[in-house]
């Protein structure tokens, strides 16, 4: 698995990860995602024989706060280290930032998955994450 920056945008490669995952509400609206990827802080992809498997992106000042917008494997690759991968790539590149956050389904396998990196829930950490959707 090779690991770097995502190049240019290239939509149909993108909607078709964001569509394998069941995230239509970001599909539904392309123009939205593309400005979101080109507005980002830092997109990593992960390549498995120079054919993406996964991305993450993150967005924020890269100084004080890091929000991991989205982190997506295409379920072929899933279970295979692919996420985790990136997501220690991101830690490992904003070390110095006080701040990591990221907010996700609250289903057993996902906090598992989160908690096995180091993250953990606010409220464990006496915070509260609040969200207007």
């Known amino acids: 698995m090779d690991i770097r920056e995502y190049p240019a945008y290239r939509e149909e ?9 069941g995230w239509s509400a970001y599909t539904n609206d392309p123009a939205a995602l593309q400005k979101g990827f080109e507005q980002s802080l830092l997109v ?11 991305i993450i992106r993150v967005v924020g000042d890269g100084a004080t706060i890091v929000f991991v917008q989205d982190i997506l494997v295409f379920p072929e690759y899933q279970r295979k280290g692919i996420g ?6 991101i830690l490992a590149r904003y070390s110095h930032v006080r701040q990591i956050e990221l907010t996700t389904d609250s289903t057993p396998k996902t906090i598992a998955f989160y908690e096995s990196v180091g993250f953990r829930k606010m409220s464990d950490m006496g915070c509260e994450g609040f969200m207007r959707a």
């Not at 490669?13 to 995952?21: C, N, P, T």
């Not at 990593?44 to 996964?54: M, P, R, V």
């Open 13 to 21: 490669e993108i909607l078709r990860l964001y569509s394998a995952v």
């Open 44 to 54: 990593l992809a992960a390549y498995e024989n120079d054919k993406l498997a996964g």
């Open 84 to 89: 985790t991968a990136l997501l220690k790539e």
